[in-house]
Every structure is written in structure tokens, then in C-alpha cells.
């Protein structure tokens, strides 16, 4: 057993050190006289991720943004991009739309795209493809100062994919959209990261949108980055439970799950924790029943509760 615990040691250290991230932090600081806008940040993006990044406005999402991108200079600590490349070269493998895009409102969709080419010294062949992804080949001659916001967010994404960036920072997208704008900016990225295999970095205080299509967060409170999380761990401690405290932990197991068994069909998981108390994996609403088959075999039940909470509790919580 020793050995087996050495070996898993080893391995973890190993698949720690061998993860891929896009991005990271380290102890990222940003003051603005005696306010710190973003304190201490370690942030960790894998690629291949959504990486959710959550906060109030004014928690520090847009400046740490800013300064990853080198439109700000931090005030100490520092950060790196794809395991330490030069941040010159690493940025050219970056997309970024941040807060509204800069389109001209003059020109179609199609003239936008060309004239950002020019700028970039990008090829234009891919301009029809580009137009086709985000949605907007079937616009003609409609000038940009005629799209919905949630076109204009669209055209915006598809100027930031311009040189084919592996990495995609997206800075509040569905900021005042409405709910169809939303969708198909939702629809977007999630067919960005699904099938093109980009890693994103969506900012938002739209907490139920972004627990549609994140697959890991970076909650934001005041500057500070209070939690990091996968959405299976964020779905596993949103999860309503029953935590039932008794005399004799193992009877009251099997009476609970037979009771469950016969009233349900499905068992629910079962377990008990530290405290000797029985956990059920869901929230169970006729708890009377339970408490009265538990009295009736003489166990005393000493107390019952329901633990866990919804995404936005969860959010809100740790976001102060």
C-alpha cells in the first residue's frame, strides 16, 4: 500500500507539472493609488477550456484583462501564456474582444473584416468562412450600424478570429443583450471550443449564462480571485442533499434506503460522513416519512437538514 501511495504521489505531481495551460498568473497586482484593482491573482486556464470568469462589476474581471493583454502594466507579480513563450509571440496567438467591438458603422460586415485584415496583415480569403461561422453571410449590404447588438457582438468575434488564435478573450460579450442576442452569442463560443478546439475566456456577471457553456471558473470578489473550480465541482457542491444525524448511523442507512426503494424505485447515493450522520444525494421533500420509519425502528434521530444551494446562491456568496 506504501509503494501504491508513492506511485499515486508521483503520477499526480507528474499530470500537475505536464498540464497545458493558456494562461497563468502569479500573484498578479494591479494598484491605482491606495485601491487595488486586482490583488494577488494566481489564475490558472488550461487549454481547451471555457474559463468562466466571475465577478460584480468593478471586481477587477476588465483590468486583470488589460493587463495580460499589455494594456496596462501591473504593479507587481506577473503572468504567462502557453507554459512561458515570449508574450510578443504568444499575443499573436490571441484573439480579444473587450467590452463593445471597434467596427466602423459606416461599412457592411464584409468591409469591416477586410479593412482589420489590412491592419493585421491577415490573408482575406478566410473573410466568407469567418462570416459564415459567427452567422452574418446572409447580411448583404446592411451596414454595421444597422445590426442588432448581438450581431455586433458576433461581427466583434469574428474580427478577434481574424489570425486563427488558439486563445480567445472575450470581455463581457452578452453585456446588454437580449435574450435571442445571448443564445447565439452562447451558440458561438460553445461551437468555437467544441469544434475548433479554442481555449476562451469569457468575463461576465451573467451568472446563469455562463454556467451554460463554462466547463471551469474564476470567481472575482474586490480584486481578489476567491475561488477557482470545475463546473463538475461547482454542479457537485450546488447539489441539494439530506444530512440526517442519528443514534445509529448504519440501521438508519439501510432503513432509509429501503424506505427510498420501495416509495421511489431509485435509490438515491447514500453514504455517511465525518460526523456520523446519514448523507442522501438529493434533497428528499416527504422528510416525515423518513423520521417516522427511522422512530419506528427505534433510532432516535437527533437532527435533519438540507445542505447545498443554487448556481446563483453559490456565486453570489463567494462574490461578496
Known sequence: NSYTCIILIIQNDFEEETMEYALRTFELTKKYGEKLAVNNVNMNIPKGEVYGFVGKNGAGKTTLIRLVLGLANPTSGNFEFFGGMNNYKARARIGNLIESPAIYPNMTGQQNLTIFCKMLGVNEEKIPELLNLVGLNDVGKKKAKDYSLGMKQRLGIAIALLGDPEFLILDEPINGLDPSGIIEVRDLIIKLNKEFGKTVLISSHILGELSKLSTCYGIISNGKLVEELTHEELI??????????????????QIISNLLADKYGTVPTLSIN?????????????????????FMNDVVVESLTTAGSDLENYFVERMG
Not at 236 to 253: F, L
Not at 274 to 294: F, M, P, R
Open 236 to 253: 457537485s457542491r450546488c447539489t441539494a442533499t439530506t444530512v440526517i444525524k442519528t443514534n445509529n448511523p448504519e440501521k438508519a442507512k
Open 274 to 294: 465525518n460526523n456520523g450522520a446519514v448523507v442522501i444525494g438529493s434533497a428528499i421533500e416527504d422528510t416525515g416519512s423518513v423520521t417516522k420509519a427511522l
